[in-house]
């Protein structure tokens, strides 16, 4: 009914001829922008299967493989693939802002629904127990029966359980979300909300004077690796939690505008902030961050009306297992590269062999979701 008043009433104001057309778009402006609000403030927000984020998903978790698995060679003979190159950093920090800002919801709302931080806390804990035995029994398997050494011993599983990078390495990112998810339960749970801003302001300014004084570094420089990456990047992916929290407080933020003001920071911090030296581990910076938040909010939030029917469905389902691309294509990658793929000449860590590589990880993902268990689809979509 309100939604007919408000239809009523543009109407009536284009109709009316003392209504002048400046008020008329001055009033749709204003209507356009509270629907859009709106829709975000609702359980309609972008859910896991928007074409936008499908996108996404399916792109950064291919830069995830040339992460660690590509020279891009490539790069020096025709230059515009260097973009592959330059959004290698932007991958993992893309994956902790939409995972946050999907999920926000349940945080903003964590007063009224307190059972939620479980819940996720076990949902992650799957794919982690899950990848951490699968790379554990093919490590030992492989360093029994073909002599080769990877340093992994069955000691190693607790380390890798609770911190994530004793030797299944990319499975720190799902430790450090683990992790945060805790520490956000912990500060939305208080009930001022002026409050609950503060500290998430206060957390995302820290992070970023840690990076620039060199904090971050001399903090966990004389950790062991178990403890160092971990840790360092608790602190580096901090602020891409904690402004995917604020957005779903503040849902004035979701708007083109932002955007706009992301993109000019990130072109000024480029240049102005190049002088002074970034002391991380790798995902830090205030470029990165307004870059990566100015593109998963154009995905997140852009129309993509032409994608739809067979071609929705297939990039949909692809988009359903980057979880398990994310964490088996190094395993994959070490097969491949080792055994399959300089058999077919294609021995060098190009774009090319990421992409076989990136596809069977698929391949291997679809086979596990298959599998008539639970826990089997869960430690891969």
Known sequence: MQAYGRISTLKHMSRSKSCKAGDFYNFAGKYSLHIMRRHFQTDKFPSGHRPGIDILRIWMSYEVVLMHLCDFRECAFFPPLDIFRYCVFMAVPAFMFVSFLLTGRHFVTLTQNREYPVSRCKRLAVPIIFWSLVYLLVYLCVQSFFGVDFDVRVSDLLPQLFLGHAYAHPLWFLNVMLYLTLILSSIMSIKSYRFKTMILCALVVMSFVTEYTGLERRLVDDMSDEYKYPVGRLIEMMPYACVAILMRMHTKMLSPYF?????????????????????????????????????????????????????????????????????????????LFAFILPSIGLAGRTLLSCLIVYLVSLLVSMGIYRMPLKYCREAVS
Not at 273 to 297: N, R
């Open 259 to 335: 955007i706009a003001i992301c993109i000019v920071l990130a072109v000024l911090c480029r240049y102005l902030l190049a002088p002074f030296h970034i002391f991380s581990l790798g995902y830090a910076g205030l470029p990165l961050f307004f870059e990566v938040i100015a593109m998963c909010l154009i995905l997140c939030l852009g129309r993509f009306g032409f994608i739809r029917g067979r071609m929705k469905e297939i990039i949909s389902s692809i988009a359903s297992l980057t979880l398990g691309i994310f964490c088996v294509h190094v395993l994959m990658g070490q097969f």
